[in-house]
Nanobody, 126 residues
Framework: QVQLVESGGGLVQAGGSLRLSCAASDRTASMRVMAWFRQAPGKEREIVAAIGLRGDRTLYADSVKGRFTISKDNAKDTADLQMNSLKPEDTAVYHC???????????????????WGQGTQVTVSS
């Protein structure tokens, strides 16, 4: 099972930006589908963004399109989530997830992700 460590969360004012990073190893980021999920208090876990095996395709939740960008940094073996124009409703614990090594998966299928990070808190104040 892949080990993932998230960083970059914190407190930011509405309209501000944060960049989350999901640190992996052994070419995890480049060889796995990577995704960010979030869960707010009292809410169900939801997918925020995902990026394909080779960064060839992406998916974004409608609520974050145009504001968030998911990317892979193969040199650092990370999957990053640039979050701009943050809103209070973006407040949640953000979890990185990785799919099986070398396999394309359906981004929205939670069960297909092999590894999960512990999460990083993002709080957007208003």
């Amino acid at each position: 099972q892949v080990q993932l460590v998230e960083s970059g969360g914190g407190l930011v004012q509405a309209g501000g930006s944060l960049r989350l990073s999901c640190a992996a190893s052994d070419r995890t980021a480049s060889m796995r589908v990577m995704a960010w999920f979030r869960q707010a208090p009292g809410k169900e876990r939801e997918i925020v963004a995902a990026i394909g095996l080779r960064g060839d395709r992406t998916l974004y939740a409608d609520s974050v399109k145009g504001r968030f960008t998911i990317s892979k940094d193969n040199a650092k073996d990370t999957a990053d989530l640039q979050m701009n124009s943050l809103k209070p409703e973006d407040t949640a614990v953000y979890h990185c997830a990785a799919g099986p090594w070398g396999r394309q998966i359906t981004f929205t299928s939670v069960a297909q992700y092999d590894g999960w990070g512990q999460g990083t808190q993002v709080t957007v104040s208003s």
